[in-house]
């Protein structure tokens, strides 16, 4: 969608191919045949004896100089651009391991979200929501207006601090892995991994994917529709899984989760998906699916209802961020007309989350195919397209000038092609 050249753009037109690629043998020059049959230089005949040889690539450099010169120019406006500009649109970015852009993401930031600050905490913390100073402006998905009181039973539950290993870093160097397609067969993962913060989303799996991906996640971002059903496959066992609210069930979701967690373990005794419950764990187990199966209703798809997770990984999103990402990146409207739904997707949440936090962003596996492009499988672990997101409720061509913008700033750079 969003590709700013194509190998079609310097290579000459295709005659014979329905795939739209160039037919190898069009490059090579045309030379008479022995019987003045007209062959090319590819083909296995008399004419490309050793003697002839340096004859025939003069000769093929001379007819094609002009092709080859052009190439060559082309692709070097290419690399002085994506040097002048700073920025990767056409290669992947190098990046230098010893430098730190300190204050640079702050800087360009500010440029392109009005109000830029860092001062909102990640994570919400149970301290603002015993006595509600200033109350949110916003019902969930963009504040906590309403949601008071499920707060205070849930973040008693939960954490909020930034690990130790994450917050003395003196720069913060984050990868935001978005689920595109892209990534696939990318050989991206080495990379990913020097990262010292990555962070994933939803329900993308890592297992079997390492060489395209990368196996480290500092943080997975996802809601309990997205929820991975075994996520400590998929997750380091430090991984942050920061829930991303979207509605007041979501909440109740993760508190029912949570707090099921915490009784079964009490006794010592929690159940594994796959392992068999032992009789005394049994009544337990019951009250434990009669919870969650009353928190079942009112999600668009099933979430897992039971979550093998340690409590201690589990963090809550401050709605800020969301609010940030639709009102300064999307110029959504915060109350929006029932009908007009349209909301940001986890990946923009998720650059604009690194933008508060981070000194140099870096995404990969982000960018949608042309929507015409009604084949294309939009991810790298899975074989549905386009045509799954109808009932989305985002704007992904919107997006995809959104983070454009951020390419074209410097604010932000890519490891894959976007
Ligand atoms: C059917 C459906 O509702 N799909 C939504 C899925 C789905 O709910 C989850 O995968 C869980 O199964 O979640 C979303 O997104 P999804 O989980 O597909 O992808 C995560 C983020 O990666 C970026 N992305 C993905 C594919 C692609 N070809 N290009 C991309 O840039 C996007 O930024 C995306 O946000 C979501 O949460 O945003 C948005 C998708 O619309
Ligand atoms: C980041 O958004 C997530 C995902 O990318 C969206 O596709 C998804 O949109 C769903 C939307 O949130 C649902 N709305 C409500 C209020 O729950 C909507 O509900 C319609 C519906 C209801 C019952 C059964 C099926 C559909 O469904 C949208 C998906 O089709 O929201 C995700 C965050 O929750």
């Not at 050793?50 to 000769?59: C, D, Q, T």
């Not at 509600?132 to 963009?142: A, D, G, H, I």
């Not at 909020?160 to 696939?184: D, F, M, T």
């Amino acid at each position: 969608m969003m590709g700013c050249w194509s190998p079609k753009d310097v290579l000459p037109s295709s005659r014979g191919r329905e795939d739209g690629l160039v037919d190898p043998t069009e490059l090579l020059p045309t030379l008479p045949g022995p019987r003045g049959r007209t062959v090319t230089s590819g083909s296995h005949n008399e004419s490309s004896s050793p003697r002839l040889m340096p004859l025939l690539l003069i000769k093929m450099i001379n007819k094609s100089r002009g092709k080859i010169l052009g190439v060559l120019a082309l692709f070097l406006v290419m690399v002085w651009y994506s040097i002048y500009r700073e920025d990767s649109f056409y290669f992947p970015v190098q990046e230098n391991k010893t430098t730190c852009p300190l204050g640079e993401v702050e800087r360009k930031a500010a440029q392109l979200i009005g109000n830029y600050t860092r001062d909102h905490p990640l994570f919400l913390q149970l301290k603002d929501y015993f006595w509600v100073k200033t109350p949110s402006l916003y019902e969930l998905p963009y504040g906590t207006k309403g949601s008071e009181d499920i707060l205070l039973r849930l973040l008693s539950i939960t954490h909020y601090s930034l690990p130790e290993s994450i917050q003395r870093l003196k720069c913060r160097r984050c990868a935001v892995v978005g689920n595109g397609h892209r990534l696939r067969n990318s050989s991206m993962g080495e990379t990913i991994n020097t990262y010292d913060v990555v962070i994933r989303l939803n329900n993308a799996p890592v297992h079997g994917y390492e060489q395209d991906v990368g196996s480290k996640t500092t943080m997975r971002l996802f809601y309990p529709e997205s929820a991975h059903f075994n996520p400590r496959t998929e997750n380091n066992p430090d991984t942050l899984l920061v829930l991303v609210p979207f509605k007041p069930m979501d909440f109740q979701w993760m508190e029912a989760i949570l707090n099921d967690k915490k009784r079964v373990s009490m006794v010592g005794n929690w159940v594994q998906p796959s392992s068999q419950p032992t009789l005394g764990v049994l009544p337990l187990l019951l009250g434990h699916i009669s919870v969650l199966l009353q928190v079942r209703k009112g999600f668009w798809k099933q979430p897992p209802l039971i979550w093998d997770a340690n409590p201690e990984q589990v963090r809550i999103l401050n709605p800020y961020y969301m609010e940030v990402t639709a009102a300064k990146l999307l110029n959504l409207s915060m109350k929006q007309p029932r009908k007009v739904k349209q909301k940001p997707t986890t990946g923009l949440l998720a650059i604009t989350l690194a933008l508060h936090f981070c000194d140099l962003v870096h995404i990969a596996g982000f960018g949608y195919p042309d929507s015409a492009n009604k084949k294309q499988t939009i991810h790298y672990y899975e074989q549905i397209t386009l045509k799954s997101m109808a009932a989305s409720e985002h704007n992904v061509s919107h997006e995809a000038v959104a983070i454009k913008r951020m390419l074209e700033l410097g604010l932000i750079r890519n490891l894959t092609y976007f």
